[in-house]
């Protein structure tokens, strides 16, 4: 999940499109972009509409089980959205109706002082293998960077700019650390790669099946 702390104000929501088109991209689910971005728009009018302009609120983003959920929390639990009469090419009073008609379903949570609205979109069984995969390539990505600003801090954010041969020098650094850490706390480096082997194994092979799997460590 990531959340994103906003103001409600009608300036505030293109912006939060944006980064929500990014992060489904990021997510290899940008099939579902146009819906949730209309989402996130109704979302967030209906807390400028019923909370008030300038309403501190935050839009949350998660992958549930096989559905893309997007939440908008707010201070108020006691302006409670609900559905209209108006229909979907109004110009006002539409907003839950639209949800209702585009998400799978939709809710409210409340808590003490605050509610959370949400709703969820379905999203196919190869949809989450892809956001497994990306979600772990981006984390890589994320994390060879910071061990590269931290290794060689001349090269800053040039690390990025480099390509591909210093990212791949600086994840073999980095594995090659991370055996000599199993190592000196008794583990056997060829069991660790052997078990990494089958994790990626395992999470590879619905998305690109096992005949494309590297078999160097497989005999």
Known sequence: MWNLPFSAEAEEVAGLRRLLRLHLE?????????????????????????????????LAVSMTDARLRIEVHDPDPRALPA??????GA?????????????????????????????????SPADINGHAAAHRVARAAGMLGFYARATMPQQGVAFSRLGATLAEETAIDVMTDLLHWFHAHGQDPDDVLDRVQAHFEAEAEPAIGRHDVPQSRLS
């Open 83 to 88: 559905l209209s009469d108006a229909d979907l």
């Open 91 to 123: 110009e006002a009073g539409r907003g839950m109706v639209l949800i209702d008609a585009i998400a799978d379903r939709w809710g409210v949570d409340l808590t003490a002082g605050r509610k959370s609205t949400w709703c969820e979109l379905s999203v």
């Open 26 to 58: 990021l997510w290899n689910v940008q099939e579902l972009s146009d819906a949730a971005q209309l989402c996130v728009s109704e979302l967030v009018a209906n807390v400028i509409k019923h909370v008030g302009h300038g309403t501190p609120a935050t």
